[in-house]
C-alpha cells in the first residue's frame, strides 16, 4: 500500500509505503507529526532521492524514533550541512542528521517483504537517486509530470539530468508509475512521448 502526502512549504510528494508489517518513507520534507500519525505505527526506513532542504526536514526526528536512513553517498553531506541542503539560502533550519546507509546505483533495499531498488540519476544534484518499487518509480525531483527537475542548484548538470532521464527511465517498462516528489503522477510512457524537456 502506498500513501502519499504533500508536506512543507514546498508541496513535497512524501510516500509512505507499508507491506502490513513495515513502513518506508520516501522524501519526508517536513510535517514529522503528520508523517507519524499518517504512517500509523513504528516507520522502518527513510529514503532519500536527494538532500535538498525540501525534502529532509522531518529526517532527524523519524531517526529518532528507530527509522534507517539511506541516501546516496554523493548526498549524504546535504544532512548535516544547512547550506549544501540549501537550507540557509531558503531561510529554513534542518536539524542535522547522519545517514545510516549510503547507497548506489544497482543496491537493493529490502524492508520486511518489500524491496526497493537504486537507480542512481544523477543531474538534479550529484547523488540523485530513484526508487523502484514493484510497477512503480519514486522519481524525486529527476522527473516530473510534464517537467524535469532544476538543475541550476550547485551540483546540478543539465546534460546529466537528461541521460539520466534517457538512459536509466525511458528504458524501464512504459507502463510504470513515476511518483514525483512534487505535482501530480504520470507513467514512463506518458513521459516518453509528452515530456517537452527530453527530446
Request: proline share 3%.
Amino acid at each position: 500500500m502506498i500513501k502519499t502526502i504533500a508536506v512543507g512549504n514546498m508541496g513535497v510528494n512524501c510516500y509512505l509505503v507499508c507491506d502490513g508489517e513495515k513502513t518506508v518513507v520516501i522524501d519526508p520534507g517536513d510535517d514529522f507529526e503528520k508523517i507519524k500519525s499518517l504512517a500509523g505505527g513504528k516507520i522502518d526506513a527513510v529514503l532519500l532521492t536527494h538532500g535538498h532542504f525540501d525534502h529532509i526536514g522531518a529526517v532527524a526526528s523519524l531517526q529518532k524514533e528507530g527509522a534507517r536512513v539511506y541516501v546516496s553517498q554523493e548526498d549524504a553531506d546535504m544532512l548535516f550541512d544547512n547550506k549544501k541542503c540549501l537550507g540557509a539560502f531558503a531561510g529554513v533550519f534542518i536539524e542535522p542528521s547522519n545517514a545510516d546507509c549510503q547507497v548506489d546505483d544497482g543496491d537493493e533495499i529490502i524492508v520486511g517483504k518489500m524491496k526497493f531498488s537504486v537507480i542512481s540519476t544523477p543531474g538534479h544534484t550529484k547523488g540523485s537517486v530513484c526508487y523502484k518499487f514493484e510497477d512503480v518509480l519514486f522519481s524525486g525531483d529527476t522527473l516530473f509530470c510534464g517537467s524535469v527537475g532544476r538543475w541550476d542548484f550547485p551540483g546540478g548538470d543539465f546534460e546529466a539530468l537528461i541521460k539520466s532521464i534517457k538512459e536509466k527511465i525511458f528504458v524501464l517498462d512504459g507502463n510504470t508509475r513515476v511518483l514525483p516528489g512534487h505535482g501530480d503522477e504520470s507513467t514512463v510512457k506518458q513521459e516518453k512521448t509528452f515530456n517537452p524537456f527530453v527530446r
